[in-house]
Protein backbone atom coordinates (compact mmCIF):
# COMPACT_ATOMS: atom_id res chain seq x y z
CA UNK A 1 0.00 0.00 0.00
CA UNK A 2 1.44 3.50 -0.78
CA UNK A 3 2.59 5.24 1.99
CA UNK A 4 3.16 9.63 2.68
CA UNK A 5 4.90 10.63 5.28
CA UNK A 6 5.06 14.10 5.68
CA UNK A 7 7.69 16.08 7.86
CA UNK A 8 9.24 19.04 8.72
CA UNK A 9 6.62 21.38 9.53
CA UNK A 10 6.51 23.81 12.79
CA UNK A 11 5.60 27.34 14.33
CA UNK A 12 7.61 29.62 12.59
CA UNK A 13 7.75 33.74 12.37
CA UNK A 14 6.73 35.89 9.46
CA UNK A 15 9.34 35.93 7.01
CA UNK A 16 11.20 32.73 8.21
CA UNK A 17 11.85 29.46 6.75
CA UNK A 18 10.68 25.60 6.71
CA UNK A 19 12.01 22.65 4.93
CA UNK A 20 9.17 20.40 4.23
CA UNK A 21 10.21 16.26 3.76
CA UNK A 22 8.15 13.68 1.81
CA UNK A 23 8.51 10.57 1.95
CA UNK A 24 6.72 7.90 -0.18
CA UNK A 25 6.99 4.57 -0.46
CA UNK A 26 7.03 2.10 -3.21
CA UNK A 27 8.41 2.20 -7.02
CA UNK A 28 5.75 4.21 -7.97
CA UNK A 29 7.15 7.79 -7.19
CA UNK A 30 9.09 8.25 -9.83
CA UNK A 31 7.01 7.25 -12.09
CA UNK A 32 4.07 10.22 -11.12
CA UNK A 33 3.76 13.83 -11.38
CA UNK A 34 3.76 14.82 -7.22
CA UNK A 35 2.59 17.81 -5.32
CA UNK A 36 2.64 19.64 -2.24
CA UNK A 37 -1.04 20.48 -0.87
CA UNK A 38 -2.40 22.52 1.76
CA UNK A 39 -5.37 22.67 3.59
CA UNK A 40 -6.53 26.00 5.76
CA UNK A 41 -9.03 26.03 8.48
CA UNK A 42 -11.81 26.61 7.07
CA UNK A 43 -10.54 26.44 4.02
CA UNK A 44 -10.36 23.73 0.73
CA UNK A 45 -7.43 22.22 0.20
CA UNK A 46 -5.43 23.28 -2.36
CA UNK A 47 -2.15 22.19 -4.28
CA UNK A 48 0.50 24.65 -3.88
CA UNK A 49 3.33 22.90 -5.79
CA UNK A 50 3.88 20.29 -7.92
CA UNK A 51 6.64 18.35 -9.90
CA UNK A 52 6.96 15.80 -13.01
CA UNK A 53 8.91 13.03 -12.55
CA UNK A 54 11.55 14.89 -15.11
CA UNK A 55 11.57 17.96 -12.62
CA UNK A 56 9.40 20.23 -13.95
CA UNK A 57 7.43 22.00 -11.64
CA UNK A 58 4.33 24.20 -11.18
CA UNK A 59 3.53 26.76 -8.22
CA UNK A 60 0.46 28.37 -7.39
CA UNK A 61 0.19 32.15 -8.03
CA UNK A 62 0.33 32.74 -3.68
CA UNK A 63 3.29 30.87 -3.28
CA UNK A 64 5.47 31.54 -6.63
CA UNK A 65 8.96 33.12 -5.54
CA UNK A 66 9.04 32.32 -2.02
CA UNK A 67 8.32 28.13 -2.23
CA UNK A 68 10.50 26.02 -4.04
CA UNK A 69 9.46 22.18 -4.49
CA UNK A 70 12.14 19.59 -5.09
CA UNK A 71 12.51 15.64 -5.12
CA UNK A 72 14.91 13.07 -5.40
CA UNK A 73 13.66 10.29 -7.59
CA UNK A 74 16.71 7.49 -6.19
CA UNK A 75 15.27 8.48 -3.12
CA UNK A 76 11.53 8.41 -3.13
CA UNK A 77 11.71 11.94 -1.51
CA UNK A 78 10.04 15.05 -2.28
CA UNK A 79 10.89 18.15 -0.40
CA UNK A 80 9.47 21.98 -0.28
CA UNK A 81 11.65 24.66 0.45
CA UNK A 82 9.37 27.19 1.74
CA UNK A 83 10.42 31.33 2.47
CA UNK A 84 9.31 34.54 3.41
CA UNK A 85 6.59 32.63 5.19
CA UNK A 86 3.64 34.71 5.72
CA UNK A 87 0.74 34.11 8.42
CA UNK A 88 -2.07 33.08 5.26
CA UNK A 89 0.75 30.27 4.30
CA UNK A 90 -0.96 28.45 7.88
CA UNK A 91 -1.68 25.08 7.25
CA UNK A 92 -1.56 21.17 7.26
CA UNK A 93 0.58 20.97 4.68
CA UNK A 94 0.38 17.26 2.77
CA UNK A 95 1.83 15.70 0.00
CA UNK A 96 0.14 13.26 -3.04
CA UNK A 97 0.46 12.42 -6.56
CA UNK A 98 -0.92 15.47 -8.32
CA UNK A 99 -3.47 13.54 -10.27
CA UNK A 100 -6.91 12.90 -8.17
CA UNK A 101 -7.65 10.07 -10.65
CA UNK A 102 -4.32 8.30 -10.06
CA UNK A 103 -5.18 9.08 -6.32
CA UNK A 104 -7.85 7.37 -6.18
CA UNK A 105 -6.40 4.62 -8.43
CA UNK A 106 -3.75 3.97 -5.49
CA UNK A 107 -6.47 3.84 -2.83
CA UNK A 108 -7.25 7.25 -2.03
CA UNK A 109 -4.41 7.33 0.86
CA UNK A 110 -3.25 11.06 2.52
CA UNK A 111 -0.71 11.12 5.08
CA UNK A 112 -0.94 12.75 8.23
CA UNK A 113 0.42 16.06 6.82
CA UNK A 114 2.45 18.03 8.76
CA UNK A 115 1.07 21.51 10.68
CA UNK A 116 2.75 24.79 9.61
CA UNK A 117 2.15 27.93 11.88
CA UNK A 118 2.86 31.02 10.85
CA UNK A 119 2.72 33.69 13.27
CA UNK A 120 4.69 36.19 15.90
Known amino acids: QVQLVESGGGLVQPGGSLRLSCAAS????????MGWYRQAPGKQRELVAD???????NYADSVKGRFTISRDNAKSLMYLQMNSLKPDDTAVYYC??????????????WGQGTQVTVSS
Open 96 to 109: NLKNYALIVAMGDY
Open 26 to 33: GSIFSRYT
Open 51 to 57: ISSGGNT
